[in-house]
């Protein structure tokens, strides 16, 4: 039921504004799986959700050690014992135990290169709450952070939303591998001068969503000199740093600060959390690590709203704590990966769909344009909405990732078994199959070779053929208050 004019003004404006940024295709695909989830016996013919970043490949991994270690839980005989403890802990520096478990865990994962302080994790409610935690900390409303394209969707809810600060576009593009060049850094910095806009600050996703790639040590170095050099901060998104399945292996940008002469690591901040690395996304672990000793302070007492629950505490203490274990599976892991990824850009190789080539991430960026009818952002939506509805696949277009090419598409490959694989890659060969057989003669000829050979007819593609009960001006659905995201 929605709410009337009234209603609205009683509430307030962060209650009733757009800022969310739900009205994207990114969330519409949300709904669309929603709506009509796949499952191989119960509806088969469902959409398939291949949006959602996870990484379900090494549950029984942690399954496993859980059976083997029952003291870790305080709702087992074994470790009941520990209950009031933990039950009454609410300290916002968080269980001695678990930051450094931590903090240990954060230095694996990045080859024992680096090592991390534990008193400087501040927790938080998931990477959503750290990047939140990390702008209330250094800007105001209206100032803004340069940001490289293309970035994941919903940093606009992360990010904007609450703290109503401006994300500015820097415009990288395949023409040089999606570089981020210190020339377009200036271009967007200079132009956000001209326009009066306080930049406050830089913000990178290493490894990158959507692209599955990993920075080289010369880029971040080049990032941090910018960076240092104009006053502004640094925030570096490090979620995915343990996904890397192959070379080059991962730098972090706590590696190269440490090889920096004259570097004021005051400017620097990671956002990390286990929500892809160990597949927890439900038990909502996010950090903040901050070289600042002032945004420690103020972080500390802004995490009150979003700590980590003592229970989760206490059990990943014990888990991240077992070096064996965490050896092993970060190993596994990685190989599990990339068996995974080249198992699915294989099938895509198959039906002649390339990809952007990447060796990190739980996703491939995956290039469509072969199958635009014109390159424009209005004919890849119209490609979406027949890959959702007709071919039963959350995928989700470039053009919500703030791309600047028409034509590109995330999708993931790491939230779903074997079998789950296989249907995905059936519907699409399916789809491309039923395609070719639609080509004339005379079309065929205006392919190259070396192009995907498709054709599409204008109705299938013509948005007038859904019905406008179905559909927003960006959604193949109705809109629904159920947002999740990943």
């Known amino acids: 039921m929605g ?46 959700q291949m949006g959602l970043a996870e990484n379900q490949l090494c549950f029984d991994l942690i399954e496993e050690w859980m059976r083997n270690n029952p003291k870790a839980s305080i709702c087992t005989p074994e470790g009941v014992h520990k209950f009031r403890d933990i039950a009454n802990f609410q300290d916002y520096h968080g269980l001695p135990e678990f930051t450094r478990a931590m903090a240990n865990f954060m230095s694996k994962v990045r080859g024992g290169r680096v090592r991390f302080d534990p008193y400087r994790i501040l927790m938080s409610g998931g990477a959503t709450g750290a990047n939140e935690l990390i702008m ?45 060049t210190r020339e377009a850094l200036e271009a967007s910095y ?23 790639t990993t920075l080289d040590r010369e880029t971040l170095k080049s990032l941090v000199s910018f960076t240092n050099e104009n006053s502004i901060h ?51 672990v996010g950090i903040v690590y901050s070289y600042n000793d002032s945004v420690v302070s103020c972080g500390r007492k802004m ?9 989760t505490q206490h059990m990943l203490a014990s888990m991240l704590s077992d070096d064996k274990f965490v050896d092993k599976f970060l190993e596994e892991s990685s190989r599990r990966l990339a068996k995974r990824h080249n198992h699915f850009t294989k099938g895509l190789e198959e039906v002649n769909i390339s990809r952007f080539p990447s060796n990190a991430g739980l996703f491939c ?55 789950t694989v296989e ?42 053929v859904m019905s406008p009960h179905m559909m927003s001006p960006h959604s193949p659905i109705l809109p629904s208050p159920l947002v999740r995201a990943t």
Not at 155 to 180: A, E, G, H, M
Not at 259 to 271: A, F, K, Q, S
Request: aromatic residues 12%.
């Open 423 to 464: 249907v995905a890659l059936n519907r699409i060969r399916a789809f491309i199959g039923k395609e070719t057989k639609k080509i004339k003669p005379m079309e065929m000829k205006r392919w190259q070779p070396n192009q995907l050979r498709l054709s599409f007819s204008s109705r299938r593609f013509d948005e007038s």
């Open 136 to 180: 209330f900390c250094l800007a105001d409303p209206g100032d803004a952070f340069l940001i490289p394209t293309p970035y994941y969707p919903a940093f606009v809810r992360d990010l904007c939303w609450r703290t109503k600060v401006q994300l500015i576009p820097v415009q990288c593009d395949s023409s040089n591998n999606f570089k981020i």
């Open 3 to 48: 709410l009337g004019n009234e209603s609205y003004q009683l509430l307030s404006k962060i209650a009733t504004n757009d800022k969310h940024g739900e009205n994207s295709a990114y969330f519409d695909g949300w709904k669309a799986y929603e709506r009509n989830p796949f499952h191989p016996t119960k509806n088969p013919q469902g959409v398939i």
């Open 303 to 311: 995490s009150s709203f979003g700590l980590v629950s003592s229970q």
């Open 365 to 419: 960026w995956m290039n469509l344009k072969s199958l635009l009818k014109e390159q424009t952002f209005e004919a890849e939506l119209k490609l979406w909405r027949v890959i959702i509805n007709e071919v039963k696949l959350n995928v989700s277009p470039g053009s919500s990732f703030d791309c600047s090419e028409p034509g590109w598409f995330r999708v993931c490959f790491a939230n779903m078994d074997d079998e």
């Open 190 to 212: 200079k132009k956000a001068q001209e326009d009066n806009i306080n930049v406050k600050g830089l913000i990178i996703t290493n490894p990158s969503n959507p692209l599955g």
């Open 234 to 284: 640094l925030v570096c998104d490090e979620i995915y740093a343990a996904t890397v399945f192959s070379s080059p292996s991962y730098v972090s940008v706590a590696e190269v600060i440490q090889e920096m002469d004259d570097c004021n690591v005051d400017l620097i901040h990671i956002i990390y959390s286990l929500s892809k690395d160990m597949g927890f996304p439900g038990f909502r």
